[in-house]
């Protein structure tokens, strides 16, 4: 079992930045891919970026070019890096992780508006 706890979400004007974090509390080397989930209201929950052990990543059509997943072993962290942030991009962001069964984290909601 592994507990995801995720940080940095907030309000933020169209265009502007924000980072998430995802904080493991163990070890996250053994975990086969890490990502990021967000559920707009009203919407299903879908893939923004994952990340697998050996370092490819994979990104939502929506937010290529302008996010970036990346993730540090040595601190049992994955990150999101959000640019160019549009009021779409609106929702609540959960970590995810997969080791033969799905870890969630409890959510930050991001705000983009002006």
């Known amino acids: 079992q592994v507990q995801l706890v995720e940080s940095g979400g907030g309000l933020v004007q169209p265009g502007g930045s924000l980072r998430l974090s995802c904080a493991a509390s163990?070890?996250?080397?053994?975990?086969?891919?890490m990502g990021w989930y967000r559920q707009a209201p009203e919407k299903q929950r879908e893939l923004v970026a994952r990340?697998?052990?050996?370092?490819?990543?994979d990104y939502a059509d929506s937010v290529k070019g302008r996010f970036t997943i990346a993730r540090s072993n040595a601190k049992n962290t994955v990150y999101l890096q959000m640019n160019s942030l549009k009021p779409e991009d609106t929702a609540v962001y959960y970590c995810?992780?997969?080791?033969?069964?799905?870890?969630w984290g409890q959510g930050t909601q991001v705000t983009v508006s002006s």
């Open positions: 990340i697998i052990s050996g370092g490819s990543t």
């Open positions: 163990r070890s996250i080397a053994s975990i086969n891919a």
């Open positions: 995810w992780g997969w080791e033969g069964a799905e870890y």
